[in-house]
């Protein structure tokens, strides 16, 4: 089955790839007691957006199995057209030879923080050594970013983990993908979604069925460890798979 799904990806014109929240790790990081203790300590400090950080950190540790999936991934589209779109809160993907141009995160995550006033930024080096250094003292309640000099508001990560999003830190690069999607219509699309739950349903996993639905010539991949059905309208035009998708990318036989 492995050698068909990687012939559709291969003969495919244009690829569409939904990374899901499988990639966050939330599963493993789970099973470590400081992780869970750490979590629950920014959630009692009202700062549920560092969660992001608190699992780039943890991941980091050890064997980062999600981050070695972005590469194979990369590897696999590496002379392909194609496109993706992560709920995902994992950073991985920029630093994975992954292109950046070629990629939208509407849940964000890590890499940019936000005042309430001016667009989200960057992190300075401060910032990061900031995340460091309560990855290291276990104090993840006393992250402080600072406050904007505009506003005065105080700096906070840019993620949907905060009850006042911004979303201006991905519109542009969701422009970019909707113009693409345009330029997808009546070609042979192959869909990969990988381990894609029912978080932000509406983000990938049903307008990903749309395009499926109404694009003939898609071929549907969807990867999932308990959630890897698909639609009766993709009957015949698609494969399940039924496996964590960050252990299927890891997989020898991709």
């Given at each position: 089955?492995?050698?068909?799904?990687?012939?559709?990806?291969?003969?495919?014109?244009?690829?569409?790839?939904?990374?899901g929240?499988?990639?966050?790790?939330?599963?493993?990081?789970?099973?470590?007691p400081?992780?869970?203790?750490?979590?629950?300590a920014?959630?009692?400090?009202?700062?549920p957006?560092?969660?992001?950080?608190?699992?780039?950190?943890?991941?980091?540790?050890?064997p980062?199995?999600?981050?070695?999936?972005?590469h194979?991934?990369?590897?696999?589209?590496k002379e392909?057209?194609?496109?993706?779109?992560?709920?995902?809160?994992n950073?991985?993907?920029?630093?994975?030879?992954?292109?950046?141009?070629?990629?939208?995160?509407?849940?964000?995550?890590?890499?940019?923080?936000?005042?309430?006033?001016?667009?989200p930024?960057?992190?300075?080096?401060?910032?990061?050594?900031?995340?460091?250094?309560?990855?290291?003292?276990?104090?993840?309640?006393?992250?402080d970013?600072?406050?904007?000099?505009?506003?005065?508001?105080?700096?906070?990560?840019?993620?949907?983990?905060?009850?006042?999003?911004?979303?201006?830190?991905?519109?542009?690069?969701?422009?970019?993908?909707?113009?693409?999607?345009?330029?997808?219509l009546?070609?042979?699309?192959?869909?990969?979604?990988?381990?894609?739950?029912?978080?932000c349903?509406?983000?990938?996993?049903?307008?990903?069925?749309?395009?499926?639905?109404?694009?003939?010539?898609?071929?549907?991949?969807?990867?999932?460890?308990?959630?890897?059905q698909?639609?009766?309208?993709?009957?015949?035009?698609?494969?399940?798979?039924?496996?964590?998708?960050?252990?299927?990318?890891?997989?020898?036989?991709?």
């Amino acid at each position: 089955m492995q050698e068909e799904l990687l012939k559709r990806i291969q003969d495919a014109e244009l690829v569409l790839v939904g990374i899901g929240e499988e990639f966050d790790g939330e599963k493993e990081l789970r099973a470590f007691p400081d992780y869970l203790r750490a979590r629950e300590a920014l959630e009692q400090a009202n700062k549920p957006w560092a969660i992001p950080a608190l699992q780039r950190f943890y991941r980091e540790q050890g064997p980062n199995l999600p981050s070695q999936a972005f590469h194979h991934l990369a590897s696999l589209l590496k002379e392909k057209n194609y496109f993706l779109v992560s709920v995902s809160v994992n950073d991985g993907l920029c630093g994975s030879g992954l292109r950046q141009d070629r990629m939208v995160t509407p849940c964000g995550g890590a890499r940019l923080k936000q005042c309430g006033q001016e667009p989200p930024v960057p992190l300075t080096p401060g910032d990061e050594a900031q995340i460091v250094s309560c990855g290291h003292t276990g104090r993840w309640e006393d992250l402080d970013l600072g406050v904007c000099p505009h506003c005065g508001q105080p700096w906070i990560l840019n993620n949907v983990y905060t009850a006042r999003y911004d979303e201006r830190g991905y519109l542009d690069q969701w422009q970019s993908y909707t113009k693409w999607l345009q330029g997808t219509l009546n070609r042979r699309l192959c869909i990969l979604e990988l381990g894609v739950g029912l978080q932000c349903p509406g983000v990938i996993r049903f307008p990903f069925e749309k395009i499926g639905y109404y694009n003939q010539k898609t071929f549907f991949i969807r990867v999932h460890e308990r959630l890897s059905q698909l639609t009766k309208e993709l009957a015949g035009r698609g494969q399940s798979v039924s496996q964590n998708a960050v252990e299927w990318l890891c997989s020898p036989c991709l």
